[in-house]
Structure formats: structure tokens, C-alpha cells
């Protein structure tokens, strides 16, 4: 039972590149999101799932698109990366409404 | 939306010290939550508290939902206890919330030994 499982761990982008973060759980959990951390601040939503084929934004959205095909997946990619884009990056998921989220280990995305 | 400060910003103890650390919120909440990242960054999910009491070793957490504040209550700290706390809530009140956690900034706990 690997949980949730992220990847990569570590990412560097050129400014302007494109790239996916990967998000998987093996948990069949119906929920699903995406987190970013920046020091100081917490962590802010960015997008969240309900389950297959929903999405919905957070907080903090712009920049980062997501799509839900699977219970497993929920992949985050960046269009065109910015420094702002800078932060490490948490996909959580949970069996229920606000019960019992699992996080992953994080990506830390560097964008140069 | 639902606002979440935490208290203090920064906590050092030393070793066998108790602590107590302070969410307030603005908001009625369904459910609240306290985390636990390492410093290797892994988050961990200490307790599911929307109101009440509960304890898992020396740890105990308290929500008091109609003044809207929960402590975390940390004894005989060790220094495997360093990392950041974080209080997460998702607000009664907000329809679009969906289960989602709004969290605090968190405090910073250093355990000296």
C-alpha cells in the first residue's frame, strides 16, 4: 500500500517550459488536491477533485490546469512556468469529505 | 473566506517541556484538522477535531467550536517533536468548500536537547 505517491521529487524549469506533476493513491480515495508551499504561508489550494472527471479551483489556480480521468490520478501541469511558480507543491487525498487526508512527499519545482 | 491564525509563529523548548499551540478561526467550521511536517517535509495527520477532546500519547488536541479556537497540546516534548504545526479547517459556511482544508501558517517548533 503505497498511499500517495508523487513525482518528481525535485524539478528545475526554464521559464516558459511546460511540465506535469504526477499525483497517484492506491487508497480509492473519491478526493483529491493539489497544494502549494511557500514559506511562511502555509499551504494554499490550487485545484481539487470530488472524483473522476471533477475539478474545481482553489485559491490560488492561475497558472496550473488539472484533470481527473481516473480515481487514481490527478496530474497538475503547469502551461508556461513562472518564477512565481517557484514552491514545493502537495497532493493529498481523502476517502471522504474532509476526513482523514493522506499527503505525499511533495515536488520541489525550482523555476529559473 | 474562513481565516486561520496560528500561534505562536515560532515555539523553542527544551527537552521534557510542555507546550501549547493556538488555532483560532473566524468561521464555523465542520471539520477541523492538525498536522505535523518533519523537517524532511513530510506531512503528517496528528488529529480530526471539529470539537472535544482527544489525546494519542503526549499528544492531545481541544476544540472549542462556539468560541471558534483549538490547542494542541504537546508534553514531555522530545526532540523528534521539532517540525511545523499546522491547523487545517473547512468552513460550514462556504458552499463551494467541498471537504477542502483552508490551513494556517503554522508554528515552527524546535526542541533543544
Known amino acids: 500500500n503505497a498511499g500517495v505517491t508523487q513525482t518528481p521529487k525535485f524539478q528545475v524549469l526554464k521559464t516558459g517550459q511546460s511540465m506535469t506533476l504526477q499525483c497517484a493513491q492506491d487508497?480509492?480515495?473519491?478526493?483529491m488536491s493539489w497544494y502549494r508551499q511557500d514559506p511562511g504561508m502555509g499551504l494554499r489550494l490550487i485545484h481539487y477533485s470530488v472524483g473522476a472527471g471533477i475539478t474545481d479551483q482553489g485559491e490560488v489556480p492561475n497558472g496550473y490546469n488539472v484533470s481527473r480521468s481516473t480515481t487514481e490520478d490527478f496530474p497538475l501541469r503547469l502551461l508556461s512556468a513562472a518564477p512565481s511558480q517557484t514552491s514545493v507543491y502537495f497532493c493529498?487525498?481523502?476517502?471522504?469529505?474532509?476526513?482523514?487526508?493522506?499527503f505525499g512527499s511533495g515536488t520541489r519545482l525550482t523555476v529559473v | 473566506g474562513i481565516q486561520v491564525e496560528q500561534s505562536p509563529p515560532d515555539l523553542i523548548l527544551q527537552e521534557g517541556a510542555n507546550s501549547t499551540l493556538r488555532c483560532n478561526f473566524s468561521?464555523?467550521?465542520?471539520?477541523l484538522q492538525w498536522f505535523h511536517q518533519n523537517p524532511w517535509g513530510q506531512l503528517i495527520n496528528l488529529f480530526y477535531i471539529p470539537s472535544g477532546t482527544k489525546q494519542n500519547g503526549r499528544l492531545s488536541a481541544t476544540t472549542v467550536a462556539t468560541e471558534r479556537y483549538s490547542l494542541l497540546y504537546i508534553s514531555s516534548s522530545q526532540t523528534t517533536d521539532s517540525g511545523v504545526y499546522f491547523c487545517?479547517?473547512?468552513?460550514?459556511?462556504?458552499?463551494?468548500?467541498?471537504?477542502?482544508?483552508?490551513f494556517g501558517k503554522g508554528t515552527k517548533l524546535s526542541v533543544k536537547p
Open positions: 468561521d464555523s467550521v465542520n471539520n
Open positions: 493529498a487525498s481523502s476517502y471522504r469529505r474532509g476526513h482523514g487526508y493522506t
Open positions: 487545517a479547517v473547512e468552513s460550514m459556511n462556504y458552499g463551494g468548500s467541498q471537504g477542502n482544508l483552508i
Open positions: 487508497m480509492n480515495h473519491e478526493y
